[in-house]
């Protein structure tokens, strides 16, 4: 399984991005998707996950400017950022819970795609 992330760059504060995430390979289903973020000099963070219920976990951090969805069909995430600001700026790597087997999940990551906020 692997998981290809898009869609990052450089924007100007109060900008907009968006970021997608295609799982490919062979798996029985997907659970949770989501993305963390890693900024400089900093641990990574939970930026968001969607549960295949469409149940949404956000901190209040990006609540109101980031959105996050699911495709099942294509087997991807998205990260629609809004009003960006310079601490968001960090790489922002796509996660998923892959059930390579019924009942045997693991979880996988994406490479990372960086998003540069400039003041």
């Known amino acids: 399984v692997q998981l290809q992330a898009s869609g990052g760059g450089l924007v100007q504060a109060g900008g907009s991005l968006n970021l997608s995430c295609a799982a490919s390979?062979?798996?029985?289903?997907?659970?949770?998707m989501g993305w963390y973020r890693q900024g400089p000099g900093k641990q990574r963070e939970l930026v968001t996950t969607?549960?295949?219920?469409?149940?949404?976990k956000s901190p209040d951090s990006v609540k109101g400017r980031f959105t996050i969805s699911r495709d099942n069909v294509k087997n991807s995430v998205y990260l629609q950022m809004n009003d960006l600001k310079p601490e968001d700026t960090a790489v922002y790597y796509c996660?998923?819970?892959?059930?390579?087997?019924?009942?045997?999940?693991?979880?996988?990551w994406g490479q990372g795609t960086l998003v540069t906020v400039s003041s």
């Open positions: 969607i549960a295949n219920n469409n149940r949404i």
């Open positions: 996660t998923a819970d892959v059930a390579v087997l019924p009942g045997m999940v693991r979880d996988y």
């Open positions: 390979g062979r798996f029985f289903s997907i659970n949770d």
